[in-house]
């Protein structure tokens, strides 16, 4: 239990940087030019088109200078998605908003089990829609491992907890983003 998931640690942040660098050398605006784009081009339903679009050009941005758009996105998403978990016909068929919904579901706080259940289901779905996104198996391997509690505390160390599916499905995850 311990080797896999130091195992999928280790293939996690594989991963994230595999994610990262396949993502090209778009140019990143500041936090300033963010905010100012949030204001003069809310994220709406007519906007989400060009949203959608630099959101991708801008995933590789390790900075953090693109957050606020990407939380605008998913409450923007997670608004359109209601109480029944699922997105507009608009929206449905588009893995990046899947994507942003999941997030929503991430950014709850508390972090309530059914959110990250949710989360999980979300990046799925965006896999679904497109089987090549990285990104998205990747979250779906931590929506899983946010899920398993494999640790409990014993005195000053961290012992396994027992094994779960879950953690065998991340590792899944985490090899199809290689």
């Not at 893995?95 to 979300?122: C, F, G, K, V």
Request: glycine share 6%.
């Amino acid at each position: 239990m311990a080797r896999t998931l130091h195992m999928l640690v280790l293939g996690f942040c594989v991963a994230s940087a595999s994610v990262a660098a396949a993502q090209g050398d778009a140019k990143l605006p500041t936090s300033a030019e963010v905010k100012a784009l949030l204001k003069s081009e809310p994220i709406n339903d007519a906007n989400w088109p060009a949203w959608r679009q630099r959101l991708i050009s801008w995933f590789g941005d390790r900075s953090r200078q693109t957050d606020e758009a990407y939380k605008e996105a998913a409450r923007y998403v997670g608004a359109r998605a209601g109480n029944n978990r699922g997105l507009p016909a608009r929206l449905e068929r588009d893995h990046i908003a899947w994507y942003m919904l999941a997030n929503h579901y991430l950014d709850r706080q508390p972090t309530r089990p059914e959110d990250l259940a949710s989360a999980e289901r979300a990046f799925r779905q965006s896999v679904a829609i497109e089987g090549e996104f990285a990104r998205g198996r990747r979250n779906i391997a931590m929506a899983l491992i946010l899920q398993v509690k494999p640790f409990q505390a014993r005195g000053k160390g961290l012992t396994p907890s027992g094994d779960d599916p879950r953690l065998a499905q991340a590792e899944k995850q985490l090899a199809e983003t290689a």
